[in-house]
């Protein structure tokens, strides 16, 4: 009885283990995912700045990013209830791996 026990707290330790590695996965990319524009803007607005460095040329004269990281960033409530829910799933499965590795 114990050893059935057993493995049966080994196979919830790997499992457990393997749908935290998938959900932290998920959370991070979608999580980056909504940050990619604004990167993106202002990564180019910065190649702009170097290449009037190189050229010698006045960096007044770069037209600035439309894109600001002043602008009030609002996500859809549909967003924030998946990605709750992602994080909710994230936290559950860090506590069964905790609790199965405490128990084993």
Do not use: H, Y
């Amino acid at each position: 009885m114990v050893d059935e026990s057993q493995e049966n707290v080994d196979v919830l330790l790997v499992f457990a283990g393997l749908f935290l590695v998938v959900t932290a996965t998920f959370c991070r990319t979608e999580t980056c995912r909504r940050t990619t524009p604004l990167l993106a803007s202002l990564l180019f607005e910065l190649v702009l700045v170097q290449r009037a460095i190189a050229n010698d040329a006045s960096v007044d004269t770069i037209p600035s990013s439309p894109l600001s990281s002043n602008i009030a960033f609002v996500p859809a409530t549909t967003d924030v209830w998946v990605n709750g829910l992602w994080f909710t799933s994230l936290f559950l499965s860090l506590t069964t791996t905790l609790v199965t590795v405490v128990t084993k």
